[in-house]
Every structure is written in structure tokens, then in C-alpha cells.
């Protein structure tokens, strides 16, 4: 059972570009959280998709968008990049325990980015 | 006040030490509990959860103090192979609420 992956692993792009990351979720799990961490810091979370419905999201402008697919794929778009986006993108899917209230959450190995 | 607060580190230490990490939370309503490790450009994986007052695991004990919103890891007999950055992780809800990460602390054990 493979778990999350993302695509690509590292990648290089110029300010003004924008890029698009894809993650696929751990078989089973209908729920992908993105989060960026930058160097030296603790990851932050950008925003969460359920259903193909943004369902929550953090304190991120909306150069940040992204888009969840039927078979809970999902893509995390990010327009006019600019120096301060250069950090790795890590994608989480989870689901929830039945009756426990809690969730299990994997990370994939994230997407590094560089803006130059 | 941040919202996850970690010792800074790092914390370097000679193998076969005790060392123990500590980490504050904001939010008094907070319902989850988390320690994650992160290796040198990978991403964090859970090293334990900590959902009452706290649990053990082999050389890795985990605390959680509700009334002073205060989590601890201590790591007996260090060894080599736990090099890495703790980082303190809270769920502030129950189920999939997205997770709160403190910045991280790193440790260098040192042969």
C-alpha cells in the first residue's frame, strides 16, 4: 500500500512564475491537508480538502489556491511567486478513526521550492 | 503568544544522555497531542501521541500537564540514530482539524 506521494520532489522557479504541486493521498483517506514549511520554522498550514470542497484554510493569500479530484488527488497551485515561497510543501491525508473522534494523519516527503 | 512554543535548541549531547524537550500551547480548549520527528530535508512522522496524562514507549516518554498547557518528551540513553528536529504538534479540535506545529527543536547526539 503506497502511501502519500507528491510530485515533483524539488523544482526551481523564477519570481513572477507560477507552479502547480500534486499529491496523492494514502489509499482510503478522502481528506488532503497541505502545509508549508519554510527553513528553520514548524510547517503551516495552508488549507484542507474534503469532498472536492476547500473546507478549511490558513492564514495564506490567495496566490495559494488548490483543487481536490474525484479520487481524492489533489493539486496546490501557487501564482506570481515571489522569493518568500521558497520552502518545502508537504502534503498530509488522513481519516478518521471511527468513533474515537481522532484522525491518522501521513505526510508525504513534500515537494522542495525553490523561486529564484 | 505564539501558538505552540518550543525550547529553541538546539541541543547537543553525548550518547547514553537523558535529554528532555518542552513545549507550551495557547489554546486551553486544545484536545490532541503530538511529538513528530523531522530528519535533515524529509518530511516529520509521528514518534507518539499523547492523549491523556502522557504514555511511554521503549526510551521515549511524552507528558502532557492540561492545567499548566504544557507537553514534555524526555529520551533516555540517547543514541546516535536520534539526531533530528522534535517537533511539538497540537490539534486544537478533535478530527481532522488541521494540525498547529511548534518551530521545531533540533538535537545533535554526539558520539
Known amino acids: 500500500d503506497a502511501g502519500v506521494t507528491q510530485s515533483p520532489t524539488h523544482l526551481i522557479k523564477t519570481r513572477g512564475q507560477q507552479v502547480t504541486l500534486r499529491c496523492s493521498p494514502k489509499?482510503?483517506?478522502?481528506?488532503v491537508s497541505w502545509y508549508q514549511q519554510a527553513l528553520g520554522q514548524g510547517p503551516q498550514f495552508i488549507f484542507q480538502y474534503y469532498e472536492e470542497e476547500e473546507r478549511q484554510r490558513g492564514n495564506f493569500p490567495d496566490r495559494f489556491s488548490g483543487h481536490q479530484f474525484p479520487n481524492y488527488s489533489s493539486e496546490l497551485n501557487v501564482n506570481a511567486l515571489l522569493l518568500g515561497d521558497s520552502a518545502l510543501y508537504l502534503c498530509?491525508?488522513?481519516?478518521?478513526?471511527?468513533?474515537?473522534?481522532?484522525?491518522?494523519?501521513?505526510f508525504g516527503e513534500g515537494s522542495w521550492l525553490t523561486v529564484v | 503568544r505564539k501558538e505552540v512554543e518550543q525550547d529553541p535548541g538546539p541541543f547537543n549531547v553525548p550518547e547514553g544522555a537523558t535529554v528532555a524537550f518542552n513545549c507550551t500551547y495557547s489554546?486551553?480548549?486544545?484536545?490532541?497531542f503530538f511529538w513528530y520527528r523531522q530528519d535533515c530535508r524529509k518530511e516529520p512522522k509521528l514518534l507518539m501521541s499523547?492523549?491523556?496524562s502522557g504514555n511511554e514507549d521503549g526510551r521515549f516518554t511524552a507528558q502532557l500537564n492540561r492545567a499548566s498547557q504544557y507537553i514534555s518528551l524526555l529520551i533516555r540513553d540517547s543514541k546516535l540514530s536520534d539526531s533530528a528536529t522534535y517537533l511539538c504538534?497540537?490539534?486544537?479540535?478533535?478530527?481532522?482539524?488541521?494540525?498547529?506545529f511548534g518551530k521545531g527543536t533540533r538535537l545533535s547526539v554526539i558520539a
Open positions: 498530509a491525508s488522513s481519516l478518521p478513526l471511527p468513533g474515537t473522534g481522532r484522525n491518522t494523519i501521513y
Open positions: 489554546n486551553s480548549a486544545s484536545q490532541s
Open positions: 504538534v497540537v490539534n486544537p479540535n478533535s478530527g481532522n482539524t488541521p494540525l498547529v
Open positions: 489509499s482510503g483517506h478522502d481528506t
Open positions: 499523547v492523549y491523556s
